[in-house]
C-alpha cells in the first residue's frame, strides 16, 4: 500500500548510455578543426570534425548524459562554438561553450524538447539585430 512514497529516483543507476551528439561548424579559411573538452581531457586531436566542403565542419560522435565544457580548435587557436546555447568563462580568460547531454529518458531531455522552438526563435531574433 505504501507503494506512492516509493517513487525517488535516487535507488536507481543513472543513464550512462551514450548519447548521439552532433557539432557543426563553418570557417571559410579553416585547415584543421578539432573539438577539445572534458570529455576528451581537452585533446582535439581525439574528436577531429570532417571536412565537407564549402568552409562547413561537421563531427557525429556519442556522449554519456552530463553536463561538459569545449571548445573548438580551429588551427591550433581554441574557441567557443559559436553555436553554443551556453558558455563559461574559462581560467585562460576566454570562454569555453557548455554543453548538456540527456539522456534517453531524462526529464532535462524532455523539456530541451519543449523549450526548442522557444530558443530557435530567440536565436533567429539575436541574429536579425
Given at each position: 500500500?505504501?507503494?506512492?512514497?516509493?517513487?525517488?529516483?535516487?535507488?536507481?543507476?543513472?543513464d550512462?548510455?551514450?548519447?548521439?551528439?552532433?557539432?557543426?561548424?563553418?570557417?571559410p579559411?579553416?585547415?584543421?578543426v578539432?573539438?577539445a573538452?572534458?570529455?576528451?581531457?581537452?585533446?582535439?586531436e581525439?574528436k577531429?570534425m570532417?571536412?565537407?566542403g564549402?568552409?562547413?565542419?561537421?563531427?557525429?560522435?556519442?556522449?554519456?548524459?552530463?553536463?561538459?565544457?569545449?571548445c573548438?580548435?580551429?588551427?591550433?587557436?581554441?574557441?567557443?562554438?559559436?553555436?553554443?546555447?551556453?558558455?563559461?568563462?574559462?581560467?585562460?580568460?576566454g570562454?569555453?561553450?557548455?554543453?548538456?547531454?540527456?539522456g534517453?529518458?531524462?526529464?532535462a531531455?524532455?523539456?530541451?524538447?519543449?523549450?526548442?522552438?522557444?530558443?530557435?526563435?530567440?536565436?533567429?531574433?539575436?541574429?536579425q539585430?
Open positions: 500500500m505504501n507503494n506512492h512514497h516509493h517513487h525517488s529516483k535516487s535507488h536507481s543507476a543513472p550512462t548510455t551514450p548519447m548521439p551528439v552532433h557539432f557543426e561548424f563553418t570557417h579559411t579553416a585547415h584543421q578539432g573539438i573538452g572534458t570529455f576528451n581531457d581537452w585533446h582535439p581525439a577531429p570532417h571536412f565537407l564549402h568552409g562547413r565542419w561537421v563531427k557525429e560522435t556519442e556522449l554519456a548524459p552530463g553536463t561538459y565544457e569545449y573548438l580548435v580551429v588551427d591550433g587557436m581554441y574557441y567557443p562554438d559559436p553555436l553554443a546555447k551556453e558558455s563559461v568563462p574559462n581560467p585562460f580568460g570562454r569555453n561553450s557548455v554543453l548538456h547531454v540527456a534517453a529518458l531524462s526529464p531531455h524532455l523539456a530541451e524538447q519543449v523549450t526548442s522552438p522557444l530558443n530557435n526563435q530567440s536565436i533567429q531574433q539575436a541574429t539585430l
